[in-house]
């Protein structure tokens, strides 16, 4: 959380976070450089870069894809959600390498501006299977272009969390562009099968692992609930809740997330002001509830993040009898300070 805008927002965590990606970017480039300069002489040193930057690219790709169904599987991968944005970035910046040497390499020699070249050297477009796979790759880049642009709290303040949300998940478009540039480019090419067992182990792994949290989360949801009385319904004993943390539901569609605390119990909305990230997956630390994306923090008995944040999210009535734990669904206002319910009963 902060106060004003800055154009790169570091702490010590942030840093280990970047110095990591830049360290193992480099290792992985001198590594594949290394090697092709070995086995393949006769290439030049402009495709050679070529080639790295677009595996490198699309490996971290991968890698930002999957870093989401990670997290909602478990926790411990928490840490690798908490910079994406720089990773997001980064990976930009290696596919824009890759985009200007190819465009230098193979469309700035001839007579025709090398952007029309791109666009009309490959003429066959009605085609699937002779479609000018270069073209995928120019409107890919183009949209890393816009969400690398948009990556900065800035301009998730100012276009609304909904509206910045959806144009980042314009990153599956990306993904899906950026298979059909491989299909229908270098793997017409190439005859070895290794490179399309590669791709498919790739595809798998996003695929896969984007069902498993899909089924989860579905599973979590779908909990049948216990009785409902004057409003309230019966949702879980309170030993289910362990200390500090929370247990969330899904009830008449609203996402409730159910902190236990201090001998008490309270419900707030389960999505984060900031990016929307699942704060009933977070902890309380120092009295707050703490998003598990970013840090964004809430008090847990009116929703409002503390001063001097103005951050605001609805809150839930909340009672308990015996050690059953009852919640009325019905939202208060974003920021309605609800009395805690506590866990003797009274």
Request: hydrophobic share 45%; with cysteine.
């Amino acid at each position: 959380m902060a106060l004003n805008y800055l154009p790169v927002s570091w702490n010590g965590q942030k840093k280990l976070y970047d110095w990591t990606i830049a360290g193992l970017a480099t290792v992985y480039l001198v590594i594949f450089c290394g090697l092709q300069a070995v086995l393949f002489p006769d290439v030049t040193a402009e495709t050679i870069i070529i080639r790295a930057t677009s595996t490198l690219a699309f490996l971290m790709l991968h890698v930002i894809l999957i870093i989401g169904p990670l997290c909602r599987l478990s926790t411990r991968f928490l840490p690798l959600l908490y910079n994406r944005r720089h990773l997001g970035v980064s990976m930009f910046l290696v596919a824009s390498v890759h985009g200007i040497f190819s465009v230098i390499q193979f469309h700035s020699r001839g007579n025709v501006d090398p952007l029309v070249s791109l666009f009309t050297s490959e003429p066959g477009y009605e085609h699937l299977s002779q479609f000018p796979f270069q073209t995928l790759g120019f409107f890919a880049l183009l949209i890393l272009f816009l969400m690398a642009a948009t990556s900065h709290d800035f301009w998730l303040k100012n276009l609304s969390p909904r509206v910045w949300k959806t144009l980042h998940m314009g990153v599956y478009v990306v993904y899906g562009l950026l298979v059909m540039h491989v299909l229908l480019g270098v793997l017409q090419q190439e005859t070895a099968t290794v490179y399309t067992v590669v791709l498919g182990i790739g595809m798998a792994l996003v695929i896969g692992l984007h069902l498993a949290a899909a089924i989860v989360s579905q599973r979590t949801d779908s909990r049948p609930l216990g009785q409902a009385m004057d409003g309230f319904v019966e949702v879980c004993d309170v030993h289910e809740i362990a200390e500090n943390r929370a247990k969330t539901l899904m009830i008449n569609g609203q996402n409730i997330a159910l902190f236990r605390y201090d001998g008490k119990v309270s419900a707030i909305n389960n999505q984060c002001r900031h990016q929307n990230g699942p704060l009933g997956e977070g902890k309380i630390i120092d009295g707050c509830i703490t998003c598990p994306w970013h840090g964004y923090q809430y008090l847990p008995h009116n929703g409002q993040s503390p001063p001097p944040f103005t951050e605001k999210v609805e809150t839930y009535a909340v009672k308990c009898i015996s050690t059953r734990v009852w919640v009325d669904p019905t939202p208060a206002p974003p920021g309605t300070p609800q009395t805690p319910a506590l866990l003797n009963g009274q």
